[in-house]
């Protein structure tokens, strides 16, 4: 059997060839380990191979996991955030890739500001236009960015989107390559919207192909999760 340092540095071959036979530059594609629900024992075998990237998607959890960790992990904030959780991450995340409302990035804007800091974010987008997903609308998108872009304390690095879970291809690249339309639309020298977080275990290739800077990968790397995320961490 396969041990899973074996399993990482295996996952990182197959993104590496993924992104040369796209004609990309392996280097412009990380992987952001989602070490939700695991205990930080059960993942820091890709810490011990290189791994320098962890998301987290529960700002409790995170903390405590933090704590555990070496000093020197980029933790990227992943999950949806509440405004009365901000003062919480400000500080402790190096990005956030879940901002889905001007009221977020306003509150994310006072609190970095009162801590004298900025926090680098990366815009949701609902590039599927599912109810259940969250995210700006492609068609709000322009009316927000101008706003958000005039915030004191935050800085827009990117984009971020989740694909519907589905078995189609087609369905999975269109929303990757409406964000990609999104970027291509709005960056600008001022403004250069670079990363772009789209792609998990299940339709991280699609992503690669369709420009994805940062895949969030969590089963891939640890295996299934349970309860849907509802571990214990003492
Ligand atoms: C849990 C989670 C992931 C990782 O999903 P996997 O399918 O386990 O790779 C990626 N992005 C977000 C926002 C998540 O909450």
Known sequence: MKNEKEGYLEILSII?????KCHRDPKEVKIVAVSKTYPWKEVSFCYEEGCRLFGESRVQEALVKQEEAPKDIEWHFIGTLQKNKVRKIINKFSLLHSVNSLELAEKISEVSLEENTVTKILLQINTSYEPTKHGFLTEQFESFISKIVLLKGVEVQGLMTMA?????EKTIRSCFQNLRKIQTKFS???LPLKELSMG???DYKIAIEEGATLLRLGTILFGKRNYQGNIIIK
């Open 164 to 168: 519907p879970l589905t078995k189609d």
């Open 200 to 202: 998990m275990s299940e």
């Open 16 to 20: 590496e060839n993924a992104a040369i």
């Open 188 to 190: 600008s020298k001022d």
